[in-house]
């Protein structure tokens, strides 16, 4: 898929995208760093980090694979001394790393909703205050956007996704509220349903159960999500800080599945 904008839209600037070594994220790295980007992918596992930056740098990027684990806020602050230090600061910030496994609200554990709710909203916290705490200090704009899921139906079988990320939505007009003296907006977008190894875990005939009641009848794909962050992490979006971007094939309108 072409991006729609201008190939030096983003240049001169450093985006940080979490997750971005696999699915979502490496779309959204791969369609910033085309647009001129110096990208730094961050996630846990730095050898998927790194076989996914050699393929960017051999797409002509400039990119860098950093370890982080966003649950940890230790860890990411780290990340941001080593960014600073090393002249790899962001300016852009997709909270894209996140997830969940799917259960009946009835049978999780406390400690399997906790690691829900830390990973997607605790996560997307620490990430987000420790770019703001950064751009702040040295008086420079920035943009964060955040990926979400499509929940405004409710997700059974998701109670701690869907509450996690619910939260990041309120998080997203809360600090788009108090960021946006400083320049910093802040957004988010909720995929529905994308084609990537992430779904490897979820049952095949309830995706597509799902995906049969969409007005858009087909799964989206990651290159659909980037051109989305894209847009809202530059200059052409330059009006709109709090939203939460549907990106869903109509699902908002249709409800989650029963069977995810
Ligand atoms: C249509 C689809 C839409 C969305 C698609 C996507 O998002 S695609 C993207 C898809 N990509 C991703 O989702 C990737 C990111 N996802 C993850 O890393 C994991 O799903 C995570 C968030 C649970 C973290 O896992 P972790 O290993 O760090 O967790 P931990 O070791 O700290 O354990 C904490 C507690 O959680 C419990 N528990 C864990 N798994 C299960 C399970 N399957 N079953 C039941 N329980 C489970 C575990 O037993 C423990 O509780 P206990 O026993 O102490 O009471
Ligand atoms: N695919 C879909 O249909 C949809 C996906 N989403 C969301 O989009 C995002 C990307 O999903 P997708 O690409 O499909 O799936 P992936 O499983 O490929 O992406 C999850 C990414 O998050 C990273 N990650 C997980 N935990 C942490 C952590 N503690 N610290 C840092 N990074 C972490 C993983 O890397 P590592 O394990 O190396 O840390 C991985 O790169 C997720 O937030 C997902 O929930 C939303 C709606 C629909």
Redesign the pocket.
């Known amino acids: 898929m072409m991006s729609i904008f201008a190939k030096d839209l983003f240049k001169g600037q450093v985006a940080l995208v979490t997750g971005g070594g696999t699915?979502i994220g490496f779309a959204i790295a791969r369609t910033l760093g085309q647009l001129g980007a110096r990208v730094v992918i961050a996630a846990r596992a730095l050898d998927k980090l790194e076989s996914a930056a050699e393929q960017l740098t051999a797409g002509g990027m400039a990119v860098l694979a950093a370890e982080v684990n966003i649950r940890d806020a230790e860890s990411v602050n780290a990340l941001f001394a080593r960014l600073e230090s090393e002249g790899w600061q962001p300016d852009l910030l997709v909270n894209n790393a996140?997830?969940?496994?799917t259960?009946p609200a009835l049978s999780?554990?406390?400690?399997?909703f906790?690691?829900?709710v830390d990973?997607n909203l605790q996560g997307t916290f620490q990430m987000s205050q420790a770019f703001a705490r950064q751009r702040i200090s040295q008086a420079r704009p920035g943009s964060i956007v955040n990926i979400v899921?499509c929940l405004e139906q409710g997700i059974p079988g998701m109670a701690h996704?869907a509450a996690a990320r619910a939260g990041v939505v309120n998080l997203t007009k809360t600090l788009s509220w108090e960021w946006a003296e400083h320049g910093i907006r802040v957004n988010a977008v909720a995929p529905g349903?994308i084609a990537?190894s992430?779904?490897e875990?979820?049952d095949a005939d309830n995706?597509q159960a799902?995906i049969d009641r969409l007005p858009i009848r087909r799964m989206g794909q990651s290159e659909e999500v980037a051109e989305a962050v894209a847009y809202l992490a530059s200059p052409a979006a330059s009006f709109i800080t709090g939203i939460t971007l549907p990106l869903d094939g109509g699902e908002h309108m249709t409800g989650a599945n029963p069977q995810?």
């Open positions: 699915g996140g997830g969940q496994f259960s999780m554990s406390p400690n399997g906790r690691a829900v990973l899921l996704a349903t990537t992430g779904l875990n979820y995706l799902g995810r």
